[in-house]
């Protein structure tokens, strides 16, 4: 008892059982539980049939969960190192997709590889998070009061953001933004700075509105006015909207809902998949889901208050609040409390891109939590 206790403790390379043992295997359990309920709403949504959604997302699922398990294995100083690389191939593909992008909806969000649609603005969110874990972990107190030393963050910040924005791709560039913002704040930032930082931000949006493609103003008007335009840039949320309602308490049953089924819904198997939720579980199963959304988050959010080093407690934070925003967005959007903006429900939603990068990000906060003990030499990423 007392050898297990001493190879459990702050040493990232104890062996690979009691790796194993030390995952959060309830947490595991959440992500398959919502990953399932993506399943037979892809289901659904193809009329009850598993192709061509269903099937799809649940190989790329147990691909992802691999992924999600081998990265949880791997010690923090290896991660810090890797941060750097993982952030330099994110800017390289997302200049890539600029040049040599598949175009779809009249952006360029997505890079053909051997076969594969990957979409790099993704796999951004997750590098960022690394990069700039590694860099707040190796800065003390003294350092984040002067602002020279967040210049550089910053720019890692703006680079992502700004290549996203030229793509376009607003909904995924305000995501990166807030992920890039919330990990400013818990790694220590001065209340002044976060002043100078606020102040700016309602002349940049002003700014950033006049140069907004004319797609993406009509998402805004079309937000505050859906009814001038029934039949056209106001369908997608009078639809979602009449879809959310029609659930009622208990919902239409499964395979059953009317909208869905009579292809009124638009997107039902990515952007408004929760529409689908609500229509065929009504609210009971809408705030079902929601409630497994919560405990993901807040779950994440434990593993970070319980993480003895830095590092751990960024990343786990990072990819915490990537996932909020995520359903923030999904949500606000298909319920026509934001306008519409591309965003995809993680885990639920059919897409190649999003799934393997959010179990990349679970991958990285399970390993926050195998690793939790572990003390860190942060000023040069070794153990201490």
């Not at 606020?198 to 509105?209: D, E, G, M, N, R």
């Not at 993480?307 to 609040?321: D, K, P, Q, T, V």
């Not at 799934?355 to 040069?380: A, I, K, P």
Request: aromatic share 10%.
């Amino acid at each position: 008892m007392r050898f297990h206790k001493r190879l459990l403790r702050a040493e990232p390379s104890f062996r690979l059982m009691a790796k194993l043992w030390r995952i959060s295997w309830l947490y595991v359990l959440l992500i398959c539980a919502l990953a399932g309920i993506g399943y037979v709403t892809l289901y659904s949504a193809a009329g009850g049939v598993p192709y061509p959604f269903a099937a799809p997302q649940a190989a790329r699922f147990a691909v992802g969960l691999v992924l999600m398990v081998t990265i949880a294995m791997l010690p923090p100083h290896l991660l810090m190192r890797a941060s750097w690389g993982m952030y330099a191939l994110s800017l390289v593909l997302l200049v890539a997709v600029l040049h040599m992008g598949h175009v779809g909806k009249g952006a360029e969000r997505w890079l053909m590889i051997g076969g594969l649609q990957v979409q790099p603005s993704e796999f951004a969110k997750i590098a960022l998070v690394a990069v700039l874990a590694t860099w707040f972990s190796r800065m003390d107190y003294a350092r984040m009061g002067n602002p020279l030393w967040l210049i550089p963050p910053a720019f890692m910040v703006l680079v992502p953001v700004g290549l996203v924005l030229k793509e376009p791709n607003l909904g995924t560039a305000v995501i990166i933004g807030g992920i890039g913002a919330s990990l400013f704040f818990t790694a220590g930032m001065r209340l002044w700075q976060i002043i100078l930082l606020i102040l700016p931000v309602p002349s940049l949006v002003q700014f950033a509105y006049g140069h907004l493609h004319d797609y993406q103003k009509a998402r805004i008007t079309t937000f505050l006015h859906p009814e001038n335009d029934p039949l056209g840039a106001g369908y997608n949320i009078i639809q979602s909207k009449i879809a959310l309602g029609s659930g009622g308490m208990w919902g239409q049953g499964y395979l059953h809902g009317s909208q869905g089924q009579l292809n009124f819904l638009p997107e039902k198997q990515t952007d408004f998949i929760f529409t689908m939720i609500a229509e065929e579980w009504g609210f009971i199963g809408a705030a079902a889901v929601i409630a497994l959304l919560v405990l993901l988050i807040m779950g994440g959010m434990i593993m970070a208050i319980r993480c003895r080093n830095r590092f751990g407690r960024l990343i786990a934070l990072g990819i915490s609040m990537n996932f909020f925003f995520y359903c923030l967005v999904n949500l606000s959007m298909v319920m026509g409390a934001i306008p519409v903006g591309g965003v995809p429900l993680p885990l639920v939603s059919y897409g190649g891109s999003a799934m393997l990068n959010v179990m990349l990000g679970f991958g990285l906060l399970l390993s926050t939590w195998v690793h939790r003990d572990t003390r860190l030499d942060e000023s040069s990423g070794h153990t201490a």
